[in-house]
């Protein structure tokens, strides 16, 4: 199973990015897609989850209205949109798979590399 990230990058506070993540090897649509983000000197915290149809979606509150997550199953892919973006949402992020919903990024069974979000002020 692989996961790859993408579509970080260097941005001012109140821009946006799409983070994308696209997965091989796996049954795409039987699992929820987890966002996590991880800031140096920080424990990796929950972001976003999609269930596995996309009918279902779960946020930290600090990103609420702010941020949004979709899947393509027909493509493997999940993103994260990412609006108005502040300095503190500066970490690398990453998405991973779980066949149910959990905010504890400890149950994810799969992962991708990250990719970092830097947002300066």
């Known amino acids: 199973v692989q996961l790859q990230a993408s579509g970080g990058g260097l941005v001012q506070a109140g821009d946006s990015l799409r983070l994308s993540c696209a997965a091989s090897e796996l049954t795409f649509s039987s699992y929820v897609m987890g966002w996590f983000r991880q800031a140096p000197g920080k424990e990796r915290e929950f972001v976003a989850a999609?269930?596995?149809?996309?009918?279902?979606?779960y946020f930290v509150d600090s990103v609420k209205g702010r941020f949004t997550v979709s899947r393509d199953n027909a493509k493997n892919t999940v993103y994260l949109q990412m609006n108005s973006l502040k300095p503190e949402d500066t970490a690398v992020y990453y998405c991973a798979a779980r066949k149910y919903y959990s905010r504890d990024y400890s149950l994810y069974e799969y992962w991708g590399p990250g990719t970092q979000v830097t947002v300066s002020s």
């Open positions: 999609i269930s596995w149809g996309g009918g279902s979606a």
